[in-house]
């Protein structure tokens, strides 16, 4: 599984960031109640939006992360004009989830050199 991650990172987070934008912009007349809360939906979709590219490069991870927080700001400015709550929180969860998800694949990244060589192309 984390082979096929490192293969297709950049597919994977292009159509995560699509989705987080989506979801996050989509027009509802009322948000729906959805297990789990708001704030840990922020912090499980910015941890998988980061994870494919910090797994597959590991010393490129920084300037996206930030790019991703820059982002979810702009989400939140943009959120009331679709009838969405703007809630500054989100950014504390975003951030939250950023942190783990680089965290994450720091954890669960391969550590045998084959998988270093595949990092460095």
């Known amino acids: 599984m984390i082979g096929l991650i490192q293969r297709y990172w950049l597919m994977l987070t292009l159509v995560m960031l699509v989705l987080v934008t989506s979801l996050s912009l989509w027009p509802v007349k009322h948000v729906p109640q959805v297990p789990g809360g708001d704030k840990l939906h922020h912090f499980v979709a910015y941890a998988g939006l980061i994870f494919p590219l910090a797994l597959s490069r590991p010393r490129h991870w920084l300037l996206p992360a930030l790019g991703f927080l820059l982002w979810s700001a702009v989400i939140e400015l943009l959120q009331p004009s679709v009838n969405r709550y703007a809630e500054w ?23 045998n050199k084959k998988s270093a060589e595949t990092q460095k192309s």
């Open 89 to 111: 929180h989100d950014l504390f969860a975003n951030l939250g989830g950023i942190a783990s998800g680089i965290a994450a694949a720091v954890i669960l990244r391969p550590r």
